[in-house]
T-cell receptor, first 113, second 114 residues
Framework: NAGVTQTPKFQVLKTGQSMTLQCAQDMNHEYMSWYRQDPGMGLRLIHYSVGAGITDQGEVPNGYNVSRSTTEDFPLRLLSAAPSQTSVYFC????????????FGSGTQLSVL | GESVGLHLPTLSVQEGDNSIINCAYSNSASDYFIWYKQESGKGPQFIIDIRSNMDKRQGQRVTVLLNKTVKHLSLQIAATQPGDSAVYFCAENDSGAGSYQLTFGKGTKLSVIP
């Protein structure tokens, strides 16, 4: 049972480049979400999904897109990377939206130059 | 706006001693609280949670105490071990607001001195 799997673990981008951070879970969880973690800021919610085909914005959605075509996968797309998006990104899931206990992936460290 | 914060950003304890990590919350309507442990280079890992209808909950070597009167949450770790060294986050949610999104505090770094 792998839990929540994120790839890549590290990524360096140039300003303006686009990329997709991958997230997959094998626990049949309905709820999936993306957070960014910055020093002194704690974890901030970017986007979330309560089920396949349904996504919604969190606290800091600008510059990011998501889709949820399957229960297992929830990719996060950076359309045009900016230095302000340098951060550590975590994907998290829970059994259902009403279950607040989140299971986190190991994170993607992204640097935008 | 509402926020979740911590009294102490860093805490150093001797191996074998008990640790107490504190968390203050400002949303009096919050009814769910959770503690996470984050080791260096890893994602947050669930430790223990508690709902507002309880004031204490125990796990293996950990206890969470909730004082709704003063809006304070604490995590107690018994017989602290070097493997407990990590950053600890509290988070809260007001499920009555129709949201199931956790609001996280900024974290406390626990260092265990061998």
């Amino acid at each position: 049972n792998a839990g929540v799997t994120q790839t890549p673990k590290f990524q360096v981008l140039k300003t303006g480049q686009s990329m997709t951070l991958q997230c997959a879970q094998d626990m049949n969880h309905e709820y999936m979400s993306w957070y960014r973690q910055d020093p002194g800021m704690g974890l901030r919610l970017i986007h979330y999904s309560v089920g396949a085909g349904i996504t919604d914005q969190g606290e800091v959605p600008n510059g990011y897109n998501v889709s949820r075509s399957t229960t297992e996968d929830f990719p996060l797309r950076l359309l045009s990377a900016a230095p302000s998006q340098t951060s550590v990104y975590f994907c998290a899931s829970s059994l259902m939206a009403s279950n607040e206990k989140l299971f986190f992936g190991s994170g993607t460290q992204l640097s935008v130059l | 706006g509402e926020s979740v914060g911590l009294h102490l950003p860093t805490l150093s304890v001797q191996e074998g001693d008990n640790s107490i990590i504190n968390c203050a919350y400002s949303n009096s309507a919050s009814d769910y609280f959770i503690w996470y442990k984050q080791e260096s280079g890893k994602g947050p890992q669930f430790i223990i949670d508690i709902r507002s209808n309880m004031d204490k909950r125990q796990g293996q070597r950990v206890t969470v105490l909730l004082n709704k009167t003063v809006k304070h949450l604490s995590l107690q770790i018994a017989a602290t071990q070097p493997g407990d060294s990590a950053v600890y986050f509290c988070a809260e949610n007001d499920s009555g607001a129709g949201s199931y999104q956790l609001t996280f505090g900024k974290g406390t770094k626990l260092s265990v001195i061998p």
